[in-house]
Nanobody
């Protein structure tokens, strides 16, 4: 499985950014995909993971609730993360990843696979 994230960059505080991730090498739509972020001096944080676009089958972290929205397009094997009201704490490297289950993602278990990541910098 290969996961290619894109859309990172520099954004002002209060601004928005949309990240995308293209998955290749997956043989079915039955996988849990999402995002985690990493800072140099802090532990990885699972932001969101999704089975499908039904909200009952999504997880979103407390830090992202109300600001970040995730969706997936199985036809294009792509997942998107729309981030709004960004602040300096959101400055991190963002990774697209696949987990064994939604519970695994919620628990913060190590993902099964992840891509190279894309850097998001929130600064004035």
């Amino acid at each position: 499985v290969q996961l290619q994230a894109s859309g990172g960059g520099l954004v002002h505080p209060g601004g928005s950014l949309r990240l995308s991730c293209a998955a290749s090498g997956v043989t079915s739509d039955d996988y849990v995909i999402g995002w985690f972020r990493q800072w140099p001096d802090r532990e990885r944080e699972e932001i969101t993971c999704i089975i499908n676009n039904d909200d009952r089958y999504k997880y979103i972290s407390d830090s992202a609730k109300g600001r970040f929205t995730t969706s997936r397009d199985d036809g294009e094997k792509t997942i998107h993360l729309l981030m709004t009201s960004l602040n300096s704490d959101d400055t991190a490297k963002y990774y697209c990843a696949i987990w064994a289950s939604l519970l695994s993602c919620r628990r913060g278990d190590r993902p099964l696979s992840w891509g190279r990541g894309t850097l998001v910098t929130v600064s004035s």
